[in-house]
Structures are given as C-alpha cells and as structure tokens.
Nanobody, 118 residues
Framework: VQLQASGGGLVQAGGSLRLSCAAS????????MGWYRQAPGKQRELVAS???????NYADSVKSRFTISRDNAKNTVYLQMNSLEPEDTAVYYC?????????????WGQGTLVTVSS
C-alpha cells in the first residue's frame, strides 16, 4: 500500500486548507485512517483519526476547527482545517492501518508541509 498526500501550503492565520491522502496498491481492509503532524523540534502527534464506519477522533487542540472524513470507495482520507493558527504549522502525515489476516499493518504518507503565518 502506498499513500500519497496532498494539499499542504502556506496560509495566513484564520485561513483554511484541505489535505487529501489516497491509498494505492492493494488498499483493501483499511480500518483506521488518520493524520499526524510533526512540528520542528517536537514529537509526531495524532491530529485526527477515523474508523471505517466514520467515527472520528480528534486531538483537543484541533477540535471544532478540523474535520476528518473518508471516502471508502476511493480509499481516501481528508482533513479540512479551518481557523488555522501559527501553532498548526507542521509537516502533516497521513496514516492508515490495514488488517491482513490476524495482523494490522501501518502505512505512512510522505508528509505535506502546512505553514500558517501570523
């Protein structure tokens, strides 16, 4: 499974961006999809995740500002980011978990840079 993320860029504080991440290869039985981010000098952290049935989970710092969604037919996950703040500046990585047999396999996208200017 290969993940291709897109949609990052430079935006002013208060603005919006939408990230997309599409899976290719053999993207069957992908249960959990999500987004992580890593700011300079900080550890990678979970931003949001979503189950196959569409149940989302958000980091407290992005609740009410970010919305995660997925299209199972397209094996794609989205992250709509509104009211962006300079603190949201980071490289954003998409992540997917695939169930094969009794094991789960993790896959990561290449990262897309989001820069929020004040």
């Amino acid at each position: 499974v290969q993940l291709q993320a897109s949609g990052g860029g430079l935006v002013q504080a208060g603005g919006s961006l939408r990230l997309s991440c599409a899976a290719s290869g053999s993207p069957f039985s992908i249960n959990l999809m999500g987004w992580y981010r890593q700011a300079p000098g900080k550890q990678r952290e979970l931003v949001a995740s979503i189950t196959y049935s569409g149940r989302p989970n958000y980091a407290d710092s992005v609740k009410s500002r970010f919305t995660i969604s997925r299209d199972n037919a397209k094996n794609t996950v989205y992250l709509q980011m509104n009211s962006l703040e300079p603190e949201d500046t980071a490289v954003y990585y998409c992540h997917m978990t695939q169930r094969r047999g009794l094991a789960d396999f993790d896959y990561w996208g290449q990262g897309t840079l989001v820069t929020v200017s004040s």
